[in-house]
């Protein structure tokens, strides 16, 4: 049985009463930075073409992963759920479980996708759990996915660790997030200075090897990090442009990048087979 991992408060205030999904700066019920490769960088950018880059960025995740078509999925912070519904409606998996460490994001999935968990049979569920543990026997999930969860996480050790449990020999990883580009102690304090969700503790400032290193401790093969920062920072924060000023958050986000203190990976790993 998963033991009970407690929810950080910056975590239970951000995603609690008010929805973040709902702030002007993500939409279509996605939160994340986007992935803006085949978007054009228009002056203004469209509503559409900003939900489209946060599909895009779980299109990349999801096609790292693949292949998908009758294997049993599951997504780790999956937020609203909406990127589980693009998964099932574009990749044709046996069935796909959305886990979220906060209730209230499961609240909010359960009724953003309520149609797809009365089909018959059913091939979506939300389950809450904890990226450290969770709530699943050994062996069920063909593939792990996760997209701008993992910056979240408190033990990405104990994350990898469940991962390789709950994949099935031969499934694979594919994770999305922000990390430090190297293990430089300096890169914590500026990422506090520039960024509000580093100094307050919702964004863990941690090298991109530290998950790469527990993947591969955790008994996963060919772990890798892909630096998907040039398809993600700029058109961000063209995005944000509009409405945010530069110097503030997150239009430091950019900077952060641009100045070598973070950047933007999807991690893979595979279980090798038995
Ligand atoms: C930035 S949102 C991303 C949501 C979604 N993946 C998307 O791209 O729209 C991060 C999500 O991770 C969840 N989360 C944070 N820490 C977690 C943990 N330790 N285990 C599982 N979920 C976690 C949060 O509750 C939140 O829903």
Redesign the pocket.
């Known amino acids: 049985m998963a033991k009970s991992?407690e929810?950080r408060a910056a975590?239970r205030e951000t995603?609690g009463p008010a929805d973040?999904?709902s702030v002007p700066v993500f939409a279509g019920?996605?939160?994340?930075f986007g992935y803006w490769r085949s978007i054009e960088l228009a002056d203004p950018i469209s509503v559409d073409d900003r939900v489209r880059s946060?599909q895009d960025?779980?299109r990349h995740v999801l096609d790292s992963a693949g292949p998908l078509a009758g294997r049993r999925l599951l997504?780790?912070?999956?937020?609203?759920g909406?990127?589980c519904a693009l998964a099932l409606r574009e990749y044709d998996p046996a069935h796909i479980t959305g886990?979220?460490?906060?209730p209230q994001?499961l609240d909010r999935a359960r009724r953003a996708n309520a149609a797809l968990l009365d089909a018959s049979p059913p091939k979506l569920r939300f389950v809450r759990?904890?990226?450290?543990s969770m709530p699943f026997g050994d062996g069920g999930f063909d593939r792990v996915h996760?997209?701008?969860?993992a910056q979240?996480?408190?033990d990405l050790v104990a994350f990898a660790r469940e991962t390789a449990r709950v994949l099935a020999p031969g499934g694979r990883v594919a994770v999305a997030s922000f990390f430090t580009p190297d293990d430089d102690p300096a890169h914590g304090a500026r990422l506090a200075d520039l960024l509000d969700t580093y100094a307050d503790g919702l964004d863990i400032a941690r090298p991109v090897t530290l998950l790469t290193e527990a993947f591969t401790r955790a008994g996963l093969t060919d772990a890798r990090a892909a630096s998907i920062g040039p398809e993600v920072w700029e058109g961000w924060d063209r995005w944000l442009s509009d409405q945010w000023k530069p110097g503030t958050w997150p239009r430091n986000f950019l900077k952060a990048y641009q100045e070598g203190a973070l950047d933007y990976y999807v991690v893979t790993a595979t279980r090798p087979e038995a």
Do not use: R
Not at 129 to 132: I, K, Q, R, S, V
Not at 146 to 149: F, G, I, K, L, Y
């Open positions: 991992v929810m975590v995603y973040l999904s019920g996605f939160i994340n946060q960025l779980y997504e780790v912070g999956c937020g609203l909406v990127g886990m979220d460490i906060h994001q759990g904890a990226a450290e996760s997209v701008e969860a979240h996480f408190d």
